[in-house]
């Protein structure tokens, strides 16, 4: 038996603010479990569901010296589908209204929670053959694996994996404080190590000493050698090429399944979607405040509100986005101008525009099932998940062909009569809009092509099936 801990700051069914949380709580349901143990650490945040909360139980607490005085680090774990997670618990750390916030705040947190994680393992009895770190808040645990935590007999030989969900977020602050966080000696701030540009760095500290990077998508493995996607360690990944591989991301085919969702009116499948599909549309339109109306072209949008995904490009013509024949259905929190933006066009097109700006799982199952199409115009996407989502619901997806929607979405070819969804290449706003109004096309004038485009895409297979065993295969490497 392998024994894997998955390091993370959010996971589903806890905590999630985006899709990190959906690998990091699905992932390790699909690994061959006579063969690997994978269990999860994460911070017991007091903005968990309370039905969550409370169903957590004490295993241990000690106290450990970090930044300056003793501190608490409680132990609770919940078993969920055979998997053990485990929560690292301290009131002043993790008791916010949100799991991120404050930059300054974060980074002493995670730093804090990767000492505490790696210090809980010898209290729960359990040894890592690899530690699976996720993002910026682990990227302290290789290094950490590489320096306090060397010694002894039960750390000895864990070896370590970074994964990049998102190569924008890299914990940063100025060396002095990053020093004192970390609590690492002077030795490691160095351009080689944990420096980047005269700050500290604690992602760049994770790709640095673990023993192999992935991330989400093979496309984003790419992209991030270069400048434009690097965001400033593309020398440094270019370095580690021998070491990283792209896995692309799946989704939970037992959440996400248009047949059995409880949250949606008509359940449906591959066979019956052009019967049955359109009642979910119908009665979306109801309950964003849309007039229901089965022969308008609606667009999805569940998404973060912010730069990465391309709101700008649907800023820029979100006007001539606003047709008569089509609606907007969006579902998102995130940057003031974009909410703001969206709010403007529901007012101004209060029948062609719904904004719905806050977090709800159910509302983003409806909208993955009822709209006709999903548009995710991504500046750079390590992976997505929505676009895998609609495809699974039968929603035809519209992406920039970046990083993992590159990957995931083929383009319709109307000659060749293949392809699961639209596409565009260049981050042009116009383009965007010209491709859409292809989509558009389509879906009026070309009824059974749209229909196969969408009977290809449910067919396809992006559940965890491939991509775990991916995983497995590198675990094996690493430990042979
Ligand atoms: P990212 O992780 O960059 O935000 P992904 O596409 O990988 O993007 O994952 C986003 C996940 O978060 C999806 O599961 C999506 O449905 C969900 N999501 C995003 N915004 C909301 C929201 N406002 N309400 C419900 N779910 C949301
Ligand atoms: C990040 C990325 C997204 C990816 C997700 C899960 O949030 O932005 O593209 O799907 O992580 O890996």
């Given at each position: 038996m392998k024994n894997i801990l998955f390091v993370t700051s959010e996971a589903v069914p806890f905590i999630k603010t985006g899709g990190l949380a959906d690998v990091a709580g699905s992932l390790p349901r699909y690994f061959n479990r006579e063969k690997y143990d994978v269990r999860v650490i994460l911070p017991r945040y007091l903005c968990m569901k309370p039905a969550y909360l409370e169903k957590l139980t004490?295993?241990?607490?000690?106290?450990?010296?970090?930044?300056?005085?003793?501190?608490?680090?409680?132990?609770?774990?919940?078993?969920?589908?055979?998997?053990?997670?485990?929560?690292?618990?301290?009131?002043?750390?993790?008791?916010?209204?949100k799991p991120y916030g404050d930059w300054f705040w974060d980074l002493q947190k995670f730093c804090f929670f990767c000492r505490a994680a790696l210090s809980a393992l010898p209290?729960?009895?359990?040894?890592?053959?690899?530690?699976?770190?996720?993002?910026?808040?682990?990227?302290?645990?290789?290094?950490?694996?590489?320096?306090?935590?060397?010694?002894?007999?039960?750390?000895?030989?864990?070896?370590?994996?970074m994964t990049i969900h998102n190569l924008k977020f890299q914990g940063v602050w100025n060396v002095p404080v990053i020093k004192q966080f970390t609590g690492l000696s002077d030795y490691y701030f160095t351009s080689d190590k944990l420096e980047a540009y005269n700050d500290g760095n604690l992602l760049k500290g994770g790709l640095v000493y673990a023993d192999k990077i992935t991330t989400?998508?093979?496309?984003?493995?790419?992209?991030?050698?270069?400048?434009?996607?690097?965001?400033?360690?593309?020398?440094?990944?270019?370095?580690?090429?021998?070491?990283?591989?792209?896995?692309?991301?799946?989704?939970?085919?037992?959440?996400?399944?248009?047949?059995?969702?409880?949250?949606?009116?008509?359940?449906?499948?591959?066979?019956?979607?052009?019967?049955?599909?359109?009642?979910?549309?119908?009665?979306?339109?109801?309950?964003?405040?849309?007039?229901?109306?089965?022969?308008?072209?609606?667009?999805?949008i569940v998404s973060r509100l912010t730069d990465q995904k391309g709101f700008d490009l649907i800023s820029c013509v979100m006007e001539s986005l606003c047709q008569?024949?089509?609606?907007?259905?969006?579902?998102?929190?995130?940057?003031?101008?974009?909410?703001?933006?969206?709010?403007?066009?529901?007012?101004?097109?209060?029948?062609?525009?719904?904004?719905?700006?806050?977090?709800s799982e159910e509302l983003s199952h409806k909208i993955y099932a009822g709209c006709d199409a999903f548009l995710m115009p991504s500046l750079f996407e390590p992976c997505g998940l929505s676009q895998l989502m609609s495809l699974r619901y039968g929603t035809v997806p519209i992406v920039r062909e970046t990083g993992g929607l590159k990957d995931t979405v083929e383009p319709y070819n109307e000659f060749s009569k293949t392809g699961t969804g639209f596409s565009f290449a260049n981050y042009n706003a116009h383009e965007m809009l010209r491709i859409v109004e292809y989509a558009k096309r389509i879906f009026f004038n070309n009824k059974k092509d749209w229909n196969m485009i969408v009977e290809r895409g449910m067919k396809q297979d992006y559940s965890w099936s491939s991509s775990a065993r991916k995983y497995e295969e590198l675990y094996d490497t690493l430990l042979k």
């Open positions: 004490y295993v241990s607490h000690f106290y450990m010296y970090y930044n300056g005085k003793n501190r608490y680090v409680g132990i609770l774990t919940t078993v969920v589908d055979g998997i053990t997670f485990y929560f690292i618990d301290n009131e002043e750390y993790f008791s916010g209204e209290v729960v009895g359990f040894k890592p053959d690899i530690v699976h770190c996720h993002d910026w808040q682990s990227g302290l645990i290789p290094v950490l694996l590489k320096d306090s935590f060397r010694g002894g007999e039960f750390f000895r030989d864990i070896r370590s994996i989400v998508s093979e496309t984003y493995a790419e992209e991030i050698k270069t400048e434009f996607y690097g965001e400033g360690l593309d020398g440094l990944i270019r370095a580690r090429t021998n070491d990283l591989v792209g896995i692309v991301n799946g989704i939970d085919y037992t959440d996400f399944n248009p047949e059995t969702d409880p949250h949606i009116r008509k359940n449906y499948n591959v066979d019956n979607f052009r019967k049955e599909k359109y009642k979910n549309k119908l009665q979306l339109q109801s309950e964003v405040g849309l007039p229901s109306d089965k022969s308008k072209f609606v667009i999805g008569e024949d089509m609606q907007i259905v969006v579902l998102g929190t995130g940057d003031a101008r974009y909410e703001s933006m969206f709010r403007f066009y529901t007012d101004k097109y209060p029948d062609r525009v719904s904004a719905n700006i806050y977090y």
